[in-house]
């Protein structure tokens, strides 16, 4: 059965960094296409991150140059790094698998809260 | 980036009804289209997929239509677990990008 387990949310001031961490299991993320995407409380979805099995990464012009996508394979799991976290990069933040041939959004994990506030 | 555009925000049918919700892109798509479900508290779920395919398990009286800029999900007989938001998003170019969602609720 696919899992999808994400950590790593809390409260962070404006400015500061976070690493959130998605644990998968019944496949493996090395050979998987894998994304973050996030929602602001009552707002629409924003797909932020993806990275594929040869490690190409892409990301929301919103995070360019601030988020990390990263995995280790040894561990199955998915990384976003965050820094320079602004209070518009509040959301909850899902980890999803990538379907095989097409880039929708086969599964997905239950989420992560992160609040950037002072 | 291609935006998308769902209508109507709300959308307000009684049990058993019928109920079709519309999406629009800014730029063809072709068939590179989903959608998907949101109900409070949850993640989303994927519904279809190609514009047309449905996912697994999902049931029948679910469907969806179009291509091009213009597409359509519809339910038929519509049944409690089915009230929730739903969200169409494209996968022609990075950003990959997703509607604002359409409500539908017990009328």
């Known amino acids: 059965e696919v899992q999808l387990v994400e950590s790593g949310g809390g409260l962070i001031q404006p400015g500061g960094s976070l690493r959130l961490s998605c644990a998968a299991s019944?496949?493996?993320?090395?050979?998987?296409?894998m994304s973050w995407v996030r929602q602001a409380p009552g707002k629409e979805l924003e797909w932020v991150s993806l990275?594929?099995?040869?490690?190409?990464?892409y990301y929301a012009d919103s995070v360019k140059g601030r988020f990390t996508i990263s995995r280790d394979n040894s561990k199955n799991t998915l990384y976003l790094q965050m820094d320079s976290l602004r209070a518009e990069d509040s959301a909850m933040y899902y980890c999803a698998r990538v379907g095989s041939f097409t880039m929708i959004l086969t599964y997905w994990g239950q989420g992560t809260l992160v609040t950037v506030s002072s | 980036e291609i935006v998308m555009t769902q209508s109507p925000a709300t959308l307000s049918v009684s049990p058993g009804e019928r109920a079709t919700l519309s999406c629009r892109a800014s730029q063809i798509l072709s068939s590179n289209l989903a959608w998907y479900q949101q109900k409070p508290g949850q993640a989303p779920r994927l519904l279809i997929y190609g514009a047309s395919t449905r996912a697994t398990d999902i049931p029948a009286r679910l469907s969806g239509s179009g291509s091009g800029t213009e597409f359509t999900l519809t339910i038929s007989s519509l049944q409690s677990e089915d009230f929730a938001v739903y969200y169409c998003?494209?996968?022609?170019?990075?950003?990959?990008?997703f509607g604002q969602g359409t409500k539908l609720e017990i009328k």
């Open positions: 990275i594929y099995s040869g490690d190409s990464t």
């Open positions: 998003q494209q996968y022609t170019n990075w950003p990959y990008t």
């Open positions: 019944g496949f493996a993320v090395s050979s998987n296409y």
